[in-house]
T-cell receptor, first 117, second 117 residues
Framework: AQKITQTQPGMFVQEKEAVTLDCTYD???????LFWYKQPSSGEMIFLIY??????QNATEGRYSLNFQKARKSANLVISASQLGDSAMYFC??????????????FGRGTQLTVWP | EAGVAQSPRYKIIEKRQSVAFWCNPI?????LYWYQQILGQGPKLLIQ????????DSQLPKDRFSAERLKGVDSTLKIQPAKLEDSAVYLC???????????????FGSGTQLSVL
């Protein structure tokens, strides 16, 4: 079974608008962490935001916020006031601590975001 | 602060040849990761080192892939012999120290794009 599911292969948003990138996850662990990374065409993975499974408030980092719905096992990324430089591939990832994986990070297949003027 | 350094940036080889990739993590980072990212997919962990010891290599194809991290700093990943399906981007990442329940983020290098012909 997929640990991380990103159902949107591509998303388009106009500059200055908000956009939500979907992510659902699968785990039986109580302790886990959810991450979002951005990968521009240069290839480097850039950390955006983190949400711990025990965090009661949704994480925010500048224009990024994470809509964490634990019962639904979803961790959607919201980008407010989109900029042309936000055009990139976005990956949702989960780190779980059960078993012997010692915090292996599982990535989804990514969503390609295109911001147009 | 210097980021994660990787070389080479690109490599083209023929199948059955051997290839090696090099990674220099961020200074002070105890945990080092090698990921394989096939086109259109999210990164997949190949091997994780804690200092110079291996903590997770369950997804490493050990019949052809090998990795080492001498003195707990630099690391090399080798493929011998390469197959067509090894064509991918190989990403190196590092983090401070992987402990249960921590959320320390991974810092990624720009990757090595390997094409096997």
């Amino acid at each position: 079974a997929q640990k991380i599911t990103q159902t949107q292969p591509g998303m388009f948003v106009q500059e200055k608008e908000a956009v939500t990138l979907d992510c659902t996850y699968d785990t039986s662990d109580q302790s886990y962490g959810l991450f979002w990374y951005k990968q521009p065409s240069s290839g480097e993975m850039i950390f955006l935001i983190y949400q711990g499974s025990y965090d009661e408030q949704n994480a925010t980092e500048g224009r990024y916020s994470l809509n964490f719905q634990k019962a639904r096992k979803s961790a959607n990324l919201v980008i407010s006031a989109s900029q042309l430089g936000d055009s990139a591939m976005y990956f949702c990832a989960m780190r779980e601590w059960g078993g012997s994986t010692l915090g292996r990070l599982y990535f989804g297949r990514g969503t390609q975001l295109t911001v147009w003027p | 602060e210097a980021g994660v350094a990787q070389s080479p940036r690109y490599k083209i080889i023929e199948k059955r040849q051997s290839v090696a990739f090099w990674c220099n993590p961020i200074s002070g980072h105890a945990t080092l990761y090698w990921y394989q990212q096939i086109l259109g997919q999210g990164p997949k962990l190949l091997i994780q080192f804690q200092n110079n010891g291996v903590v997770d290599d369950s997804q490493l194809p050990k019949d052809r892939f090998s990795a080492e991290r001498l003195k707990g700093v630099d690391s090399t990943l080798k493929i011998q012999p390469a197959k067509l399906e090894d064509s991918a981007v190989y990403l190196c990442a590092s983090s401070l120290f992987a402990r249960v329940g921590t959320n320390e983020k991974l810092f990624f290098g720009s990757g090595t794009q390997l094409s096997v012909l």
